[in-house]
C-alpha cells in the first residue's frame, strides 16, 4: 500500500473518488432530489410512495419512477468504476494521468459503451451490487416490510435464501465483466461469457483474492473505528467541562464524515487495484485498450465550476447541520406517545377488545388498530382482509356478512386461546375516555369511499379521542372531505417527494427503517407529527425516542414505557452528536 502511494497515478486515483464522492454529497444527490421532486409535483399527490407490495406490483408508474431512480444511480456508479478500471490499467502500463484525465477518460468510457442498447443491461449488475459496490452506491436495499412480507412463507424464506446463493455465485464468476467490458472493448453478453470462462479456470485463486481484499477492507474498518472513538473521546473531554457552540460541533461531525468519506475511498480503490491486478495477472494473451483521451482548457474551466460548487455544496450542508442541531436542542422538552401496536398483544389477540384493554393496563397513550368492512358494511378489527393467518380458514371479511363473520375465531398460538372479532362501535364504547385510539383504514378493491364514510360515521363526535391513519392518502383524503376535525394520518413504509406539507394529512406514521431526523425536522416545521412504526428492540426504541418523534408505534409498551422515562431524566445532548458520529462506523 505505501509502495502504491508513492505513485502519482495511485495517488490521482484516490483524489479522483475522494472528488467524486464530495460532488455526489453536496451537487449530484441534492440535485436528483429536487428534479424528482419536481417531477413527483406533476403526480395526483405530489410525491411517490408504496402502500404494499401487491399494490405496488400492479402500478406501472410507480415501477417505473423506481427503475427511473435506479437507472440514473447506476450511470453515476458505472462513471465511478469506469475511472477505477482507467487508471489501475495505467498504473500497471506505468504511465502517470492526472486527475482531470480519470474524469475525462472516465465518461469518454462510459460514453462510448452506452452507444449500444445492449449495453444498457450492465446497469442491472450495477444496480445489485455485483460483482462489488462502491461507497457511492451500495446496491439496491429492500425496504423493511417488502422482506417482512416475503419472509412471511416458507416459500418467501426459500425463494429468498436461494436468491442471496446466487447472487454470491454470480458476484464470484463475474469479478472480471466491468474491465472486460472497458478494456477489451467487449460488449456486456459477450463480456459475462469471457468473465465466466476466466473465473472458471482460477476459481480456488478467485475466493483468495477475494479474502484478501475482505481482509483489507475489515483493517480499513478497525482504523476508521479507532478514529472515530479518539474523535468522539476528544469531544466528550471537552463537553464536560463545558459547552460547545455549535459550530464547535459541527466541526466535529464534519471531522467524522470526512473521515468517513476518506476510508471510503481507500476501501474502493484498494478492492478495485486488487481485483485489477488479479484480472491482469489472469489474462494473458488479451490485447488492452490503451487509449487514453487528453484534456483541454475547456475542461480545466468546468473542474473549477465544480470545486466551487462543492465548496457552494458544503456550506448548504452547513447551514442544514446548524438547523439539525437547533432540532436536537428541542428534544429537552419531547414526550412522545406510545401507540400499542394492534392493542397490547402480549397476553392476547391482536385488534381485540382483550388488546385494547391490555394496552389500557399498560397505561398507553394509544391503541393503534386495523379496520376493515364487512359485506354488510359494519367496521370490524382486522389487520388481514382474509382469514387464514388469523382463523386457519381462508376467506375474505369483505365477502362475510359481521354476523357470518362471529362464526369464525380468531386463534392465538401463543396462549392456545381463542377470540371473537369486535366491531368498531363496541370498542368505542367500552373504551372511550380510558384510551385513545389510532384507527388505521385497510381498503379493499377501491371501497375507500366506503370505508371511510362507515368509519367518520361512528367517530365524528369524539375528534378528540380518535385518529384516523391508513397507507392509502385516497382513504385519508375521503375522511376529510367528510369531517374536517378528524386529525388524519398518512403511514408510510417507502416514499420519495415532498409529502410534509399536505392538506389532507395531520400526522404521519413512518417505517423505522425509512425515518431521518431531516425528515422529521421537515415535518414538524410543517405543523405536523410524526410516529415511528414498529419500534420493538431496546435499540429502535432508544433511537425513535433521540430521532425527535412524537411517539411509537410498539408491541412493547411496557418496555418502551421505561426507556423513554429512563432517556428523559437522562437526557445528554451530548450523547445525541456522540451517536450521530457512531452513526458513521457501518
Not at 483493517?219 to 467541562?241: A, C, E, G, P
Not at 488479479?278 to 473542474?303: A, D, G, Q, R
Request: charged share 20%.
Amino acid at each position: 500500500m505505501f509502495k502504491l502511494l508513492r505513485k502519482k497515478s495511485f495517488k490521482n486515483l484516490l483524489i479522483f473518488d475522494l472528488l467524486y464522492q464530495l460532488a455526489f454529497i453536496v451537487i449530484l444527490l441534492p440535485f436528483a432530489k429536487e428534479f424528482f421532486s419536481y417531477i413527483l409535483k406533476l403526480t395526483k399527490f405530489g410525491f411517490f410512495y408504496i402502500e404494499s407490495p401487491s399494490i405496488f406490483a400492479k402500478s406501472p408508474t410507480k415501477i417505473w419512477s423506481i427503475l427511473i431512480i435506479i437507472f440514473s444511480f447506476s450511470i453515476v456508479k458505472l462513471f465511478e468504476v469506469s475511472g477505477f478500471i482507467f487508471t489501475t490499467n495505467q498504473i500497471r502500463l506505468g504511465n502517470e494521468v492526472s486527475i482531470l484525465e480519470i474524469f475525462n477518460n472516465s465518461y469518454k468510457l462510459v460514453k462510448s459503451k452506452i452507444k449500444k442498447i445492449q449495453n444498457y443491461l450492465i446497469l442491472i449488475l450495477v444496480s445489485i451490487n455485483i460483482p462489488i459496490s462502491t461507497s457511492i452506491h451500495k446496491g439496491i436495499k429492500i425496504p423493511n416490510f417488502i422482506t417482512e412480507y416475503i419472509l412471511n412463507s416458507t416459500t418467501g424464506i426459500v425463494l429468498f435464501t436461494i436468491i442471496i446463493i446466487l447472487a454470491i455465485i454470480f458476484s464470484i464468476i463475474l469479478l472480471f465483466v466491468y474491465h472486460i467490458f472497458f478494456l477489451e472493448n467487449k460488449n456486456f453478453i459477450e463480456s459475462i461469457k469471457i468473465s465466466f470462462k476466466r473465473i472458471k479456470q482460477n476459481i480456488f485463486k478467485s475466493i483468495k483474492v477475494l479474502l484478501i481484499i475482505g481482509i483489507k477492507n475489515l483493517l480499513i474498518q478497525i482504523v476508521k473505528f479507532i478514529f472515530l472513538f479518539v474523535i468522539i473521546l476528544i469531544f466528550y473531554m471537552q463537553t464536560s467541562n463545558k459547552t460547545l457552540s455549535n459550530i464547535g460541533i459541527i466541526a466535529y461531525l464534519s471531522i467524522a464524515t470526512i473521515l468517513k468519506i476518506f476510508t471510503n475511498v481507500l476501501s474502493n480503490t484498494v478492492t478495485f487495484y486488487d481485483l485489477s491486478k488479479f484480472y491482469f495477472k489472469t489474462s494473458t494473451n488479451v490485447e488492452f485498450s490503451n487509449i487514453v483521451y487528453p484534456t483541454n482548457k475547456i475542461k480545466l474551466k468546468m473542474s473549477l465550476v465544480i470545486i466551487f460548487l462543492i465548496f457552494a455544496g458544503i456550506f448548504s450542508k452547513y447551514r442544514n447541520s446548524n438547523e439539525e442541531i437547533k432540532f436536537y436542542h428541542t428534544f429537552r422538552n419531547l414526550k412522545p406517545d406510545i401507540m400499542a401496536h394492534r392493542g397490547s398483544t402480549k397476553n392476547s389477540a391482536e385488534n381485540t377488545l382483550e388488546s385494547i384493554n391490555e394496552a389500557i393496563q399498560n397505561e398507553a397513550e394509544f391503541a393503534e388498530i386495523d379496520v376493515v368492512l364487512t359485506k354488510d358494511n359494519v367496521v370490524v378489527l382486522s389487520h388481514d382482509h382474509n382469514l387464514k393467518r388469523l382463523t386457519g380458514k381462508k376467506v375474505n371479511i369483505e365477502d362475510l356478512t359481521f354476523e357470518e363473520l362471529k362464526n369464525y375465531k380468531i386463534i392465538d398460538k401463543k396462549n392456545s386461546k381463542e377470540y371473537n372479532f369486535v366491531d368498531l362501535q363496541t370498542v368505542l364504547e367500552k373504551t372511550s375516555g380510558k384510551i385513545k385510539l389510532n384507527i388505521e383504514l385497510k381498503p379493499f378493491k377501491n371501497n375507500e369511499k366506503n370505508l371511510a364514510k362507515e368509519v367518520t360515521k361512528l367517530i365524528k363526535d369524539k375528534p378528540y379521542d380518535v385518529i384516523v391513519s391508513s397507507l392509502s392518502p385516497k382513504a385519508l383524503k375521503e375522511v376529510k372531505d367528510i369531517e374536517q376535525n378528524i386529525p388524519t394520518g398518512l403511514i408510510l413504509a417507502f416514499s420519495y417527494g415532498n409529502f410534509y406539507n399536505m392538506k389532507f394529512v395531520d400526522f404521519f406514521c413512518i417505517e423505522k427503517e425509512i425515518v431521518t431526523n431531516e425528515m422529521i425536522r421537515k415535518i414538524q416545521k410543517n405543523g405536523k407529527r410524526v410516529y415511528i412504526w414498529t419500534a420493538n428492540t431496546h435499540e429502535d426504541i432508544t433511537k425513535a425516542y433521540s430521532s425527535g418523534a412524537d411517539g411509537i408505534i410498539t408491541d412493547e409498551v411496557t418496555l418502551s414505557k421505561e426507556i423513554l422515562e429512563l432517556e428523559k431524566n437522562n437526557f445528554n445532548f451530548e450523547q445525541l452528536i456522540i451517536n450521530k458520529i457512531i452513526s458513521l462506523i457501518p
